[in-house]
């Protein structure tokens, strides 16, 4: 039998059965699906996630309380606070430091002139402006002098002057957080998401004003510009924090350290570690569905083979080869898992589509990205299982023998 003669033939036979047919396929769509969204969206996240850690930039180190280990192999949020003003100060004073600040963010209630609204407040230095890149619309950022004195000024981000104040009217205007109120001596220019926080809702007051106001008397994180090469500048660091903390670690072993130091780079290879463990959990979850998808291919393949013993028969007694009848089964097989794979292709980069829309809506700044692996995979295996589960009823309906066939058809 010619190859277009037996799609053909495959072809006529699935379409006597449409509606039997198209739930078979059902499966694979369904399990095909599944494995490009998980895919394709654990792609986009990797790359946002990498593009946020990635703004921290090149010749900046990060410091945290805790330990590496600690962070990465058992995160816990009740990690002792270590870094403290007066660590800021010190590390400060080193030459090889080309500027230093320390954060410490809090949710807290914004009222202006009515309007409430929850939002971010950031305490940090003056040197947040050189560490960060920020660039001002309108207005200064803090000085040293506001820092040591724990003045109540606030720099306000882009959608919060518009939004509360209008463009152009928010310096020198007052507002409220919480219960006290601030001066605002700034605007900041449209700056986006960055450490997956909306910059451009977000008021930032000095760390020291954050501390009084707030009950804290340590940083959260500390940033480091620094221009000496990074893993130099990182033991620098690294000695001096034990030093300043007292802690006897002369091996500079981490897991004794109670801070961990990190660069973009160090960032960048635990998120796309991270991401892509993640990612091939999701996809091997979501492939158990195609598992599914195959039994009940065989299962309707062996139903068809019942139901069309004597039409095998009779094409045995005229002549057609065993083999032929092999290939006709596994082409029927193969022609319905190949059909839900492209169908679950279409689909999953649809669906893929909507979702990165809808995340977009709430964080902007994903992209839509098709995981040629997952449509790789989606057509292979897909492929690849209408062989392998279509083969056994194939085989059965070769080894009838002819005269029996048609007995059993009467």
């Known amino acids: 039998m010619q190859i277009n003669d037996l799609f053909a033939s495959s072809y006529q036979s699935l379409l006597r059965t449409k509606g039997r047919s198209l739930l078979t396929m059902l499966g694979i769509v369904i399990g095909i699906t599944a494995v490009i969204l998980a895919l394709s969206i654990g792609e986009s996240a990797q790359k946002f996630i990498l593009s946020q850690v990635s703004g921290f930039g090149s010749d900046v180190l990060f410091m945290e309380s805790g330990t590496l280990e600690g962070q990465t192999n058992n995160p816990s949020p009740f990690v002792e606070q270590t870094l403290k003003h007066s660590d800021l100060r010190r590390i400060k004073r ?7 600040t320390g954060n410490i963010f809090q949710m807290d209630l914004l009222r202006v002139d009515g309007k409430n609204k929850n939002i971010n407040v950031t305490g940090t230095t003056p040197d947040d402006l050189i560490i960060s890149n920020y660039k001002l619309k309108e207005g200064v950022f803090f000085a040293q002098d506001q820092l040591d004195s724990k003045a109540q ?30 001066r605002v001596i700034g605007v900041l220019d449209k700056l986006g998401t960055k450490f997956f926080q ?34 130099e500048a990182k033991f620098r660091l690294e000695v001096l924090m034990r030093e300043l ?23 960048v290879q635990i998120v796309e570690q991270i991401t892509g463990v993640l990612q091939i ?42 083999k032929e009848i092999l290939n006709q089964f596994i082409t029927e097989s193969v022609i319905l898992t ?56 194939a085989k059965k309906a070769a080894d009838l023998d002819p005269i029996v066939a048609l007995r059993s058809g009467d």
């Open 198 to 231: 909306n910059l451009d809702e977000m008021v930032f007051i000095p760390a020291t004003t954050m501390m009084e106001n707030y009950n804290y008397d340590t940083y959260q994180f500390i940033s480091v510009k620094t221009p000496l090469p990074l893993e």
């Open 94 to 100: 080193e030459s090889w430091v080309e500027a230093a």
């Open 338 to 393: 190949l059909a839900g794979g492209v169908g679950g292709v279409v689909l999953g980069s649809s669906l893929a589509w909507l979702i990165i829309q809808i995340i977009n809506g709430y964080l902007p700044g994903w992209d839509y990205i098709v995981s040629l692996q997952g449509v790789s995979f989606g057509v292979i295996v897909s492929t690849a299982i209408g062989l392998i589960f279509g083969y056994a009823p």
């Open 245 to 267: 903390h007292n802690i006897d670690n002369p091996e500079g072993d981490l897991s004794k350290d109670d801070f961990y130091v990190a660069s973009q780079e160090d960032a």
């Open 153 to 182: 000024v606030a720099v306000i981000g882009y959608d919060i002057e518009r939004v509360y104040f209008g463009q152009g009217n928010a310096v020198g205007k007052r507002l409220k957080l919480g219960k006290t109120n601030y």
């Open 281 to 322: 959990l999701l996809a091997a979850i979501a492939a158990i569905s195609l598992l599914v998808g195959g039994i009940g291919i065989m299962n309707i393949m062996y139903v068809s083979v019942t139901e069309r013993i004597k039409e095998i028969g009779l094409r045995k007694a005229l002549g057609a080869k065993q």
